[in-house]
């Protein structure tokens, strides 16, 4: 997710960044944790079964190789949806991908969902995504994923609640 989009990239997309990239701050009454990943893609699969006029419905599938300061870390699977926008997107009129995906991390799972605007116009700069939850060791989890697209960068920033 994060992973999903920048598989877009290799597709010859773009996706529009927000204008506000800076790390969250501690929250109240939890703490929380960054995990920084690079990813190796190992699959792309475009499905364009959604309708020939406008695109929507096609998808995109995407699975990478996760690694943690060098050493194997885990895996991610990606799906992103047309789910508006023209067949034959630009800077002016992009397509609305809705994207969800989890990385399968040696800990437990994290999982993230997202929707952005996506052009034929070149490498997608840094976006967020959010963390809709987490397994094992991100039980809890919230929070969002920092990606970089052109350098498969990913930084988590989880935040967890204490167990009571």
Same mark, same amino acid.
């Given at each position: 997710?994060?992973? +999903?989009? @920048?598989?877009?990239?290799?597709?010859?997309?773009?996706? +529009? +960044?927000? +204008?506000?990239?800076? #790390?969250?701050? %501690?929250?109240?009454?939890?703490?929380?944790?960054?995990?920084? @990943?690079?990813?190796?893609?190992?699959? $792309?699969?475009?499905? %364009?079964?959604?309708? *020939?006029?406008?695109? =929507?419905?096609?998808?995109?599938?995407?699975?990478?190789?996760?690694?943690?300061?060098?050493?194997?870390? !885990?895996?991610?699977? &990606?799906?992103?949806?047309?789910?508006? !926008? *023209?067949?034959? *997107? &630009?800077?002016? %009129? #992009?397509? $609305?991908?809705?994207?969800?995906?989890?990385? %399968?991390?040696?800990? !437990?799972?994290?999982?993230?969902?997202?929707?952005?605007?996506? $052009?034929?116009?070149? =490498?997608?700069? #840094?976006?967020?995504?959010?963390? $809709?939850?987490? &397994?094992?060791? /991100?039980?809890?989890?919230?929070? /969002?994923?920092?990606?970089?697209?052109?350098?498969?960068?990913? &930084?988590? /920033? @989880? =935040?967890?609640? #204490?167990?009571?």
């Amino acid at each position: 997710m994060a992973a +999903s989009v @920048l598989a877009l990239t290799d597709l010859g997309c773009h996706a +529009s +960044s927000p +204008s506000s990239l800076k #790390p969250m701050a %501690n929250e109240v009454q939890g703490h929380y944790e960054v995990i920084r @990943l690079h990813g190796d893609l190992t699959g $792309t699969k475009r499905l %364009n079964d959604g309708d *020939p006029a406008t695109g =929507v419905g096609n998808k995109v599938l995407i699975t990478e190789k996760l690694s943690r300061n060098g050493s194997k870390y !885990g895996f991610s699977a &990606t799906m992103c949806t047309q789910v508006g !926008g *023209p067949l034959k *997107p &630009t800077p002016e %009129n #992009p397509t $609305t991908q809705l994207c969800s995906g989890v990385y %399968n991390l040696d800990n !437990g799972q994290v999982t993230w969902q997202n929707t952005l605007a996506v $052009t034929r116009d070149g =490498v997608p700069a #840094p976006w967020k995504t959010a963390i $809709t939850g987490g &397994t094992g060791a /991100y039980d809890n989890a919230r929070g /969002y994923i920092l990606v970089d697209g052109e350098k498969r960068d990913y &930084t988590v /920033y @989880l =935040v967890r609640t #204490p167990a009571s």
